[in-house]
């Protein structure tokens, strides 16, 4: 393929042409670029590495092409949404809810489901009188609630960005003693996951990681962060029996 074949959408995010998936690196402009799901690209195939604007502009590539959303992510949302139905949490926090928040115009965003995001610009398009929003990033990491207060956080296709260690402290402060946050994780180098579960584990928390078996992306795991092993257990439990289905 040639320079041709891509755009450059955003600083550093090619995209491909046409409607077929790109292949896994290409050439532009002198340069070698890796592939993000399936059209887009960016100098790194190591996410984990890029700056928080650099991920901001990434995401924002994506989400400005709403039909090339995958399958593969609809699936794992719809898993989440199913396993955070099932446990019915009374207070909710999404972290980087992207423009596919897991709850949207439900009764309880108004008040005890928050729908949070690094991207200010996110934020911004989400928020309304019924969908309480705050901006949740390394730079704005404080959430506004009492020590203890959400008994389950979610995350879904965030943890491949850097997430930063005064996020992990800010979430153990807030979250209750039998609360869990239930993220995916895939494309980490084996580095890259120790880094994050060893500032995981520094933050307090237990953590208990379930390897997908259907494999719905490459090496793709499921990490549930929690103070209590029993209600860990619980939440892989739930994710397990509903993921079989
Ligand atoms: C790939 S999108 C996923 C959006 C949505 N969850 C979905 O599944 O379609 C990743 C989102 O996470 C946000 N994000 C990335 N790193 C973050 C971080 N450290 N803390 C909070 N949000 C983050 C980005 O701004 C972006 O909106």
């Not at 550093?12 to 399936?38: C, H, Q, T």
């Not at 946050?181 to 890259?192: F, G, P, S």
């Not at 208990?208 to 090496?219: A, P, V």
Request: proline share 4%; net charge negative; glycine share 4%.
């Amino acid at each position: 393929m040639s320079d041709r074949d891509f755009k450059m959408i955003e600083p550093n995010v090619l995209k491909v042409l046409g409607d077929e998936k790109g292949p896994s690196e290409a050439k532009y402009d002198g340069k070698i670029y890796y592939r993000f799901m399936d059209f887009f690209y960016t100098y790194t195939p190591n996410l984990d590495e890029l700056s928080s604007e650099e991920v901001s502009h990434l995401c924002r590539a994506r989400a400005s092409y709403p039909n090339l959303i995958s399958k593969t992510n609809v699936d794992v949302r719809e898993l989440f949404k199913q396993i955070a139905i099932e446990l019915a949490p009374r207070t909710f926090l999404e972290i980087g809810a992207g423009s596919q928040p897991i709850f949207y115009n439900q009764p309880e965003n108004q008040a005890m489901y928050i729908i949070s995001d690094a991207d200010p610009e996110v934020i911004q398009k989400l928020q309304n009188e019924n969908n309480k929003c705050q901006i949740f990033s390394s730079s704005e990491y404080k959430l506004h609630f009492n020590d203890h207060h959400f008994e389950l956080v979610m995350a879904v296709f965030v943890l491949h960005f850097p997430f930063y260690p005064n996020q992990l402290t800010e979430l153990y402060r807030t979250m209750s003693p039998v609360g869990a946050m239930i993220a995916n994780v895939y494309r980490r180098t084996i580095e890259a996951k120790k880094r994050l579960s060893d500032d995981v584990k520094s933050a307090g928390f237990n953590i208990h990681i379930i390897r997908d078996t259907k494999n719905l992306c490459k090496d793709h795991e499921y990490w549930i962060l929690g103070k209590d092993l029993n209600y860990l257990q619980k939440c892989a439990d739930t994710l397990q029996r509903i993921s079989a289905v």
